[in-house]
């Protein structure tokens, strides 16, 4: 039997387990398969969502590239991108850790001292959690509530041919920031320092302390011009084709109009790397990939211009067998894109 990757394995584990009338009846509007759920209790008008991640330390960390603040501060900042990414508003978390000999009381504090930061951010109380002992390496698991406007939480199902597809910013930062650190780790005596020196803080930064989307989010729900909404949590192309199955569209995207960032294309240069690749496959950026109607798009780019985000369009919806296509800047070709990105269980995943 070959191996399934990550989704694979939830649809194994989930599928069928309980009715459509079951869910509906307690209250779910939308259940597994989206960045966050949707339910219904909150009060008329409004409906919580609730999401949850999970952090694993030799997975998601290592001591070599994040201290334990940032460890702390990024466990709550992807739960936060989970609601900004249905338009919602962050609002309460549980959290729950299991802790191993090696993480005595003061490196806790410090991930608590980070966790908080980060909460206050984004005006989340924490409201409890779990905590048990572990033989090895520490897992931290948070779960963020949040809520929406009843019927306004963009779900990744509503592109339509003809939209544009968009990103609320460059990606490609955080895996080109934990390709440096990993380098600097591997390294010994001066050349550790040297490498250190050269460091660009704007790459360490962003995967140590990314920025949930919030705002970005809260914008496009309450317009109602985002159709389709995902954050780029595991890379631009895998991103792309969770909306483009879920819709049922063929996503058109143009190398050309891909936001690279200047910090991105010198470190990319200068180490043997493409800044398209990390672009399109890095992940942990927590930007927004969506759609919307190109009817609304300059008034979209002009309120988020407003707020200090930025609109950059890099492809369109077309009708189609679900997937996801690039047209080359080089040649201006279109080529299937390839459905990569970070995915647990994957072959070669660590």
Request: aromatic fraction near 6%; charged fraction near 25%; hydrophobic fraction near 45%.
């Amino acid at each position: 039997m070959p191996s399934l990757d990550e989704f694979g394995r939830i649809r194994l584990w989930t599928e069928g387990r309980q009715t459509a009338d079951f869910l509906a009846r307690a209250g779910v509007a939308l259940g597994i398969g989206d960045d966050a759920a949707i339910v219904s209790g909150e009060g008329p008008g409004r409906e919580w969502l609730i999401a949850a991640d999970t952090m694993v330390e030799q997975v998601h960390f290592l001591d070599e590239t994040m201290g334990e603040a940032d460890v702390g501060y990024k466990a709550l900042a992807v739960n936060v991108s989970d609601i900004a990414a249905m338009g919602g508003e962050p609002k309460f978390a549980l959290v729950s850790v299991c802790v191993p000999p090696a993480w005595n009381e003061e490196r806790m504090r410090r991930l608590y001292d980070g966790l908080y930061e980060c909460a206050e951010r984004y005006g989340v109380a924490v409201i409890g959690g779990d905590t048990t002992s572990a033989p090895q390496d520490l897992v931290v698991a948070v779960t963020v509530i949040g809520t929406v406007e009843a019927g306004r939480a963009i779900r990744r199902s509503g592109a339509r041919p003809g939209q544009a597809v968009f990103l609320t910013g460059p990606t490609g930062l955080s895996a080109a920031g934990l390709h440096a650190l990993q380098r600097i780790a591997a390294a010994e005596g001066a050349e550790r320092d040297r490498l250190a020196a050269l460091l660009p803080p704007r790459l360490a930064q962003a995967h140590r302390r990314p920025v949930p989307s919030v705002k970005a989010g809260r914008i496009l729900a309450g317009t109602g011009w985002g159709a389709s909404l995902n954050d780029v949590s595991d890379g631009v192309a895998s991103e792309a084709w969770e909306l483009a199955e879920a819709s049922g569209v063929r996503l058109a995207l143009k190398e050309k109009l891909l936001p690279l960032s200047g910090e991105l294309s010198a470190y990319a240069g200068g180490n043997g790397l493409r800044a398209t690749d990390l672009a399109l496959f890095g992940g942990e950026d927590y930007v927004l990939l969506g759609t919307a109607d190109k009817s609304c798009e300059q008034e979209l780019r002009e309120r988020l211009r407003a707020e200090g985000i930025p609109l950059f369009v890099i492809g369109e919806v077309e009708e189609g067998p679900p997937g996801v296509e690039l047209e080359e800047a080089d040649t201006g070709l279109r080529k299937p894109l390839a459905k990569r990105g970070y995915n647990h269980f994957a072959e070669g995943a660590v």
